[in-house]
């Protein structure tokens, strides 16, 4: 059972920044993807930043140009720069951990992040 444990939400007014981080009970190296998902009141989960096999990191559009998703393979770490906060990113964001040959598909407890003045 991998567990996946996230940290680095709180409250942020509008225009700063937060930095989350998700720590893995295994390595992430062969990972088939790997990052952060958000779920806000009332809508449904959706994915914000995702490391995959196949290349470089997705973006959500509404993420692009303020958040960057990074790694420490060497940490099992996973981390999203969340920079220029909105109201509209208050959710709770939750890390993904996907190891297809292993049949991992695990999900961290989810941090919450509020943006408000």
């Known amino acids: 059972q991998v567990q996946l444990v996230e940290s680095g939400g709180g409250l942020a007014q509008p225009g700063g920044s937060l930095r989350l981080s998700c720590t893995a009970s295994?390595?992430?190296?062969?990972?088939?993807?790997m990052g952060w998902y958000r779920q806000a009141p009332g809508k449904e989960r959706e994915s914000v930043a995702v490391f995959t096999s196949g290349g470089g990191p997705i973006y959500a559009d509404s993420v692009k140009g303020r958040f960057t998703i990074s790694r420490d393979n060497a940490k099992n770490t996973v981390y999203l720069q969340m920079n220029s906060l909105k109201p509209e990113d208050t959710a709770v964001y939750y890390c993904?951990?996907?190891?297809?040959?292993?049949?991992?598909?695990?999900w961290g407890q989810g941090t919450q992040v509020t943006v408000s003045s």
């Open positions: 993904n951990l996907k190891i297809l040959w292993a049949k991992i598909d695990a």
């Open positions: 295994r390595s992430i190296f062969s990972s088939n993807g």
